[in-house]
């Protein structure tokens, strides 16, 4: 919760510094994803960076190498200098949540039993933009599982509409009458 709180607090910073530079929140959105896969590839890099028994100069070497954007830099040796660089990661997507926010989009993944075909998918994707009023990017991902039927999640809503979730809640209806 306090790692929350923080990452929040520094993704705001970092929002509040584009609008200040008037850098494009979606250039600098791509430049921390960047850095994300990086991380993700070199995990030691952010241990590196992460680590309070490493000096500060060393890494503010480190950051000049692995980030050409002066102000994004700054802003890395800012979280080091801060010793918050293991909540990078944090950071790093409540930033995309804020710029999505700012931007008037949402993401949102649906699941299905089969693959959806292209009018079905653009169906969805019109019907749930006029819904929450928002560009909505959308992830697909089958599941046989599911019988029937299709899940879609935004944020933290779930709109269940599988058979599997059916049958299961038919089950537990059926059970309690039993009893």
């Avoid at 949402?106 to 994707?125: G, W, Y």
């Avoid at 819904?131 to 879609?152: H, Y």
Wanted: charged share 35%.
């Amino acid at each position: 919760m306090i790692d929350r709180k923080l990452s929040s607090r520094y993704a705001k910073a970092l929002l509040s510094i584009c609008e200040d530079k008037k850098m494009d929140e979606d250039e600098t959105l791509k430049l921390i994803k960047n850095l994300t896969n990086f991380f993700r590839e070199n995990p030691i890099v952010l241990e590196y960076l992460s680590a309070y028994v490493v000096s500060y100069q060393d890494k503010v070497r480190v950051i000049n190498e692995i980030c050409k954007n002066e102000i994004l830099a700054d802003f890395l040796k800012y979280i080091a200098k801060k010793g918050r660089f293991k909540l990078f990661y944090e950071i790093a997507e409540t930033f995309e949540e804020f710029v999505d926010e700012k931007k008037g989009r949402v993401k949102a993944s649906v699941i299905s039993a089969v693959e959806l075909n292209e009018k079905v998918k653009e169906e969805l994707k019109e019907q749930l933009s006029k819904k929450l009023n928002k560009t909505v990017q959308f992830s697909f991902k089958t599941e046989p599982e599911l019988i029937a039927g299709i899940i879609v999640q935004v944020k933290d809503v779930v709109y269940d509409g599988s058979l599997r979730t059916y049958l299961a809640n038919l089950k537990q209806k059926l059970m309690r009458l039993s009893i």
